[in-house]
């Protein structure tokens, strides 16, 4: 009895409640990965709609992104002090009402400014979502809520193609905004009545860690700008990214030097001596550029090469996102049984992910959508297996003290890792198409004398089309260029498929030798009476 009364009235007695609660929370981490994913993909439509031009809309994904990822690093201290569920549930009614003016706005200022707000808001929500899964689930759920947190990770990105084109195609542009309205309504009915009622702490502003936090907003938001413009903007030929990258970098340094002696710390740096802990957050931010690189690369190239929108592509993307609602929930009752080892189960699915990777080096100007298949079956079964494993060792070799000290961290890498991604890609693309390029026109320069005796296929399909010779000879230029475009891409999306190839392979063997073994958490055993 007195045991009971000891414990935090603002957890209550695990029930459907909470159920609901945690599901509601779910559902607003999903409706933010929508928010994200969809106006990313539906970008060249919204720019389209809202006359938008072309480095306007890069700006229109960055600013967002830099809110969003700065808002994940910080949100655990605030949530602790305004309380997770007026915190909650003020950031997710925001996400919902700010879609509603975003396709009215008058110029670009305004609709970044909205963008930023709503990035923020999103990003307040992930690291909530870890919470609450492992404060108010017992411990013998614990591992389903990691395997729920998991989806935002590898279910959400997945379906963000097919929810663009389902908007765009059959209901109305608009609706790339307002797809968060009504399921940001569910999701707060879900919270309001269903997560625990528990108390603000106003006092802990007496000793806010304000020097922390006027350090580590502006670092986070130069650097995500640096990868999201960097290649656009050719690097450090421009001076605007020549002077985020090094301010950028001084005042993370500087960020990361406060907070190792600063007694209240948004990030506790000394988690990086835990080995498991290291090795899982590298783990996480490497998986995560996994999935989303082999995400990418099968949109680039449906678009690019076979012309194809994002309705004809989406059934790629629902491939892998559809099984997850089962294969995540099997993967986390797996790895909840106490003689299965993670670190078998985290090396089996690196091993789908990298062969998944080597078939896709394969890859022909010949493909169409079907050929992706087995690469993205691969891929259902290997992202839950590296995401879930990799999150239990982190979370689960801490205390219950410990978890805003990692949430915060853990949320701003996972952000991170979209933005590296998005940059590798980028520069792996471009690089790549140029340089493959350059060999087959400097071989066909070399050969081409050589090739002369088989003739001219392109001008002979060609001549019959226009009596002018020269107009005959520019299109078949013309043509041939094309190809040669045509190939270089796929060799560039090829180079790309066996860089992921080789970071499945380092880490396979990082996670053979650097992590100890953890358990899955058990209820507590009650101790004996006293005869």
Excluded at 191 to 213: A, K, Q, V, Y
Aim: net charge neutral; with cysteine; hydrophobic share 55%.
């Amino acid at each position: 009895m007195n045991a009971a009364h000891a414990a935090p009235s603002y957890i209550p007695p695990f029930g459907i409640r909470t159920v609901v609660g945690c599901l509601g929370v779910l559902l607003a981490v999903h409706v933010a990965g929508f928010n994200e994913h969809i106006t990313e993909i539906g970008l060249p439509d919204i720019r389209g709609a809202m006359h938008i031009g072309h480095d306007e809309g890069t700006w229109f994904i960055s600013i967002y992104e830099c809110f969003n990822i700065a808002a994940m690093a910080f949100t655990p201290w605030f949530y602790v002090t305004f309380s997770i569920y007026r915190f909650t549930l003020f950031m997710t009614a925001l996400l919902g009402l700010l879609a509603i003016p975003a396709p009215y706005m008058p110029d670009m200022t305004t609709l970044c400014i909205l963008r930023a707000v709503q990035g923020l808001s999103a990003g307040c929500l992930p690291p909530i979502l870890m919470t609450v899964m492992l404060k108010y689930l017992p411990a013998p759920l614990r591992v389903f809520g990691i395997g729920g947190y998991a989806m935002s990770a590898t279910f959400g990105p997945n379906l963000g193609g097919p929810l663009e084109a389902m908007w765009f195609e059959h209901v109305g542009w608009r609706w790339l905004y307002w797809e968060t309205l009504p399921l940001c309504a569910v999701a707060v009915l879900m919270i309001g009545w269903g997560l625990p009622r528990d108390p603000s702490h106003w006092e802990r502003f007496r000793n806010f860690n304000w020097r922390g936090f006027m350090l580590g907003v502006p670092a986070i938001m130069c650097v995500v700008t640096v990868l999201y413009q960097g290649d656009r903007l050719d690097w450090f030929r421009s001076p605007v990214i020549t002077h985020l990258t090094f301010w950028g970098g001084a005042l993370f340094i500087a960020f990361l030097a406060h907070e190792w002696f600063h007694h209240s710390p948004f990030f506790r740096i000394q988690f990086w001596g835990n080995r498991n802990i290291a090795m899982s957050l590298l783990t996480l931010v490497a998986s995560l550029m996994i999935c989303g690189l082999m995400t990418e690369i099968p949109f680039t190239y449906l678009a690019d090469i076979r012309g194809y929108r994002p309705v004809q592509a989406a059934p790629v993307a629902l491939v892998v996102a559809l099984p997850q609602l089962v294969l995540l929930p099997l993967t986390a009752a797996i790895c909840n049984i106490r003689a299965v080892d993670c670190r078998y189960v985290l090396a089996i699915g690196l091993v789908c992910l990298g062969v998944a990777a080597w078939l896709g080096t394969w890859l022909t100007p010949d493909w169409v959508r079907d050929n992706f298949l087995v690469i993205q079956i691969l891929q259902v079964f290997g992202q839950p297996m590296v995401v879930i494993p990799t999150l239990m060792l982190a979370a689960l070799g801490l205390g219950p003290a410990d978890g805003p000290m990692i949430s915060g961290m853990v949320n701003m890498l996972k952000g991170m890792a979209n933005a590296i991604a998005t940059a590798l890609f980028e520069v792996m693309l471009r690089r790549r198409e140029q340089y493959h390029s350059t060999m087959l026109l400097d071989l066909h320069g070399t050969h081409g004398t050589a090739l002369s005796g088989m003739g001219d296929p392109i001008s002979g399909q060609i001549a019959g089309t226009s009596p002018d010779a020269g107009r005959v000879a520019r299109n078949a230029l013309q043509i041939f260029h094309t190809y040669v475009h045509e190939q270089a891409t796929v060799l560039a999306l090829a180079d790309i498929y066996l860089l992921v190839m080789w970071i499945c392979a380092f880490f396979l063997v990082l996670a053979a030798i650097l992590p100890g073994r953890v358990y899955p958490p058990r209820a507590p055993v009650p101790a004996p009476a006293a005869p």
